[in-house]
């Protein structure tokens, strides 16, 4: 199989971990199938948009989600290193408002998969990072939400020292026992 699928603190939110070949001449590695994709985490998805972020360090981006047309994400870092975080929104989850985090890196070439009604979001740990994410809905501006990165109720160990920079929009999300759920 191309990857393993390893469980999170949240059994939905999954860490996938790629088979990788190397020689003297680099590496390869399938860094999406979609019948891998089925077989290693039981779910069967079709991807509609391929998102490319850049950010710079401390720079966070998030926690994003779409109310109406919940997108389910499969996060990837092509440069530099995040750790990335998924929050589950789900009112009648045995999970809700918990959260699992993981450091993503061009280096361990790991992903995350995160399921449809969670909010998403990272935070750039070194100088660079190129994120790469396939969705499962496409992006509705009008549709999209932003839960406040650092709500006392979530408590994400975010790693790191100091604020963030953050984006207008992420400055003025909303605590969870305040925001627009599932």
Do not use: C
Request: proline share 7%; aromatic share 12%.
């Amino acid at each position: 199989m191309p990857f393993t699928a390893i469980p999170t603190t949240l059994p939905d939110v999954l860490i996938l971990e790629p088979k990788v070949f190397t020689d003297d001449r680099g590496f390869f590695f399938e860094s999406f199938n979609a019948r891998d994709f089925e077989r290693a985490t039981g779910l069967r998805r079709e991807f509609v948009q391929d998102n490319h972020s850049r950010s710079v360090r401390g720079v966070l981006r998030g926690l994003h989600y779409q109310v109406e047309h919940p997108q389910g994400k499969l996060v990837r870092v092509i440069r530099g290193e995040i750790f990335d975080v998924a929050v589950d929104l789900r009112r009648d989850s045995p999970t809700f408002g918990k959260w699992a985090g993981t450091t993503l890196s061009a280096e361990n070439r790991r992903q995350l998969w995160i399921p449809e009604g969670f909010a998403h979001g990272f935070v750039v740990t070194n100088e660079l990072a190129d994120v790469l994410y396939k969705a499962t809905e496409y992006w509705y501006p009008g549709d999209e939400r932003s839960l406040l990165w650092n709500d006392p109720l979530i408590g994400i160990e975010w790693p790191g020292e100091g604020s963030p920079q953050l984006a207008p929009k992420d400055a003025l999300a909303k605590r969870l026992d305040h925001a627009e759920l599932y």
